[in-house]
């Protein structure tokens, strides 16, 4: 029986996290909630629009959430992403990746027809044209953002001659619609420091707003300008270049963000919303015990998760295998028996969330709902 079924006659009842079966990926409401509010709050202070990036938590639960506090619509890193969650009901949407190939084309458009608003980058003259001639063989028009590097190196136009070029294309192709431009600085988005953070986000969006001022010269009016993220979220609006921001982790942190002074004195402005839960399965060995979740249940691209309850303070994670992981006690602590439960601060929140099929949603000690993750998987 799949897990979910299984912990579905634990909803509601008190208490009932403790019994939940592991591995899972326990979402605390109360902190999701609080980090939804906070940051549009902040956005409308600021006077700036949210576009939130739904490659974090890929839930049409949470994206509906975010749609109700205000947000233009929802970022997805790639078109399989938006499909899942257009089958929930969301229907605005920015994609943030080059849809490229005749077959993806074809799923955008039949997309894009079920959706008020879906907005794409692009920083290619040849997938421009593929654009442009599978909108016409459909009567559809496309609306465009160009893609701009503003020093990450992964995706974008290089410089001012490459963007006219695309701007000309899309001008001259009925088909086609330019917006605007989005350049996304993730290179600085886990400075650790906030003033050489702030410093960094600076300096790219100099860079993306004297790239908007020669395309609006030469005739190009570019009103939507989208990028920024959680680690540049408190300093993005100063330069007065971004209409909008791409924030993404914010809705629940991990270990990563809980490094960055994200707010400049400190204070962590996002409550930690996320835990993996895992149980001690085996305790043979003085100084360490197995646990059951390993490389399937956290994501190993960056640091080790931090134990936030069930296992002594300076007890440290290492991942085992596939589906173990090794927790190593401090010397003289007290030993752990199997059963034992443990919590796990998730390291870095999108591609843990991916390993995932569903929330388990708790308040307090109680689960109370058991959300699906629609897009996870949804990588093409």
Not at 70 to 88: D, H, P, R, V
Not at 231 to 250: I, N, P, R
Not at 366 to 379: F, K, Q, T
């Amino acid at each position: 029986m799949p897990q979910p079924l299984l912990d579905q006659t634990l909803i509601a009842r008190p208490g009932s996290r403790l019994d939940i079966t592991t591995p899972a990926l326990v979402l605390d409401l109360d902190a999701l909630e609080s980090n939804l509010m906070a940051m549009a709050e902040l956005a409308k202070v600021q006077g700036i629009g949210l576009r939130p990036h739904a490659k974090t938590h890929k839930s049409v639960a949470i994206g509906k959430r975010q749609m109700d506090l205000g947000a233009l619509g929802l970022c997805c890193a790639k078109l399989s992403e938006a499909e899942a969650l257009a089958e929930g009901g969301l229907d605005r949407f920015l994609l943030t990746s080059p849809v490229t190939g005749s077959r993806r084309i074809e799923r955008l458009l039949a997309l894009k027809a079920r959706c008020r608003e879906l907005m794409l980058v692009a920083d290619d003259p040849g997938n421009l044209k593929d654009l442009g001639k599978a909108a016409a063989a459909h009567n559809q028009q496309l609306d465009l953002l160009i893609d701009v590097d503003v020093g990450q190196h992964r995706t974008g136009v290089a410089n001012h001659v490459q963007a006219l070029a695309l701007a000309g294309i899309i001008a001259a192709d009925p088909n086609l619609k330019l917006h605007g431009l989005q350049g996304y600085a993730g290179q600085l988005q886990h400075i650790a420091d906030y003033d050489e953070r702030r410093r960094a986000s600076h300096a790219a969006l100099a860079q993306l707003a004297a790239l908007r001022d020669v395309l609006e010269a030469a005739g190009h009016p570019c009103p939507i300008m989208t990028g920024g993220g959680t680690g540049s979220h408190a300093f993005d609006h100063e330069a007065g270049v971004l209409s909008e921001l791409q924030v993404g982790s914010y809705i629940v942190s991990d270990v990563e963000y809980d490094a960055v002074d994200l707010a400049g004195d400190g204070r962590r402005p996002f409550r930690a919303g996320l835990v993996v839960y895992s149980r001690v399965i085996s305790a043979n060995h003085q100084g360490f015990v197995t646990i059951d979740a390993g490389s399937k249940s956290i994501a190993t691209d960056g640091p080790l998760p931090e134990i936030v309850f069930g296992a002594p303070e300076g007890t440290r994670y290492s991942i085992s295998g596939d589906e173990f992981g090794q927790l190593d006690l401090p010397p003289g602590s007290a030993a752990l028996k199997v059963g034992d439960l443990v919590g796990l601060q998730v390291p870095h929140c999108d591609p843990t969330i991916n390993l995932f099929d569903h929330y388990h949603c708790i308040r307090g000690d109680a689960l109370v709902a058991l959300w699906p993750i629609e897009a996870r998987g949804a990588s093409s």
